[in-house]
């Protein structure tokens, strides 16, 4: 049963215009979100997070949305750039105080030059 | 600052053998989780350590298993290798509090199993 769930396992884009990446997820007692980020040969990497209380949150390029009534998670990137092309996925807290994350299956994102 | 380090990168089984893998957290992080990554699949979380204990565990049999040292390593162990055990291992280091701090990941151990 996935919980998490990226929809969309590959999307491409071009360089300067916005990526927006989806996330659903199924249960409302999920706690904080967060997004990483991973390259090939590399282990995945922190991105952003927000917390359930908030509806959004920014870090440079990258904003993620919560809608809490729809149970979806959005990663908007703006401008893209060619280095962002990576996979990215979304993960879910169950309750505060665990590392049980709990990820989605990822979105391979291309941003064309 | 050292990152999470992982042993081997790469490991060829065959079926029924047994396996170890090994992870070094960062410095000072007493949290290490471990994950397995197939395709279509995402990570799934295998069991995380915490003071050489195991505080939560995911919905994996029990021919995996793990431990933790006094000095943070941990170790996951796979016993009879079935075919759909090859994956890419990852294991993640976090500091303990009650906030929600991120897991640092290592590069993963990729295990294929014939």
């Known amino acids: 049963d996935q919980q998490v769930k990226q929809n969309s396992p590959s999307l491409s884009v071009q360089e300067g215009r916005i990526s927006i990446l989806n996330c659903d997820y199924t249960?409302?007692?999920?706690?904080?979100f967060l997004w990483y980020k991973k390259y090939p040969a590399e282990g995945p990497t922190f991105l952003i997070s927000?917390?359930?209380?908030?509806d959004k949150n920014e870090d440079g390029r990258f904003t993620v949305f919560l809608n809490k009534s729809a149970k979806h998670l959005s990663l908007h990137i703006v401008p893209s750039q060619p280095g962002d092309s990576a996979v990215y996925f979304c993960?879910?807290?169950?309750?505060?105080?665990?590392?049980?994350?709990?990820f989605g299956t990822g979105t391979r994102l291309k941003v064309l030059a | 600052k050292a990152g999470v380090t992982q042993t081997p990168r790469y490991l060829i089984k065959t079926r029924g053998q047994q396996v170890t893998l090994s992870c070094s957290p960062i410095?000072?992080?007493?949290?290490v989780s471990w994950y397995q990554q197939t395709p279509g699949q995402g990570l799934q979380f295998l069991f995380e350590?915490?003071?050489?204990?195991?505080?939560n565990k995911g919905n994996f049999p029990g021919r995996f298993s793990g431990r933790q040292f006094s000095n943070s390593r941990s170790e996951m162990n796979v016993s009879t290798l079935e075919l759909g055990d090859s994956a890419l291992y990852l294991c993640?280091?976090?500091?303990?509090?009650?906030?929600?701090?991120?897991?640092?990941f290592g590069p993963g151990t990729r295990l294929t199993v014939l």
């Open positions: 993640a280091s976090s500091l303990d509090t009650t906030t929600h701090n991120e897991q640092f």
């Open positions: 249960n409302s007692m999920f706690d904080y």
């Open positions: 927000i917390s359930s209380i908030k």
């Open positions: 993960a879910a807290i169950p309750y505060s105080g665990t590392y049980k994350y709990i």
């Open positions: 410095s000072g992080h007493r949290s």
């Open positions: 350590y915490f003071s050489e204990t195991q505080r």
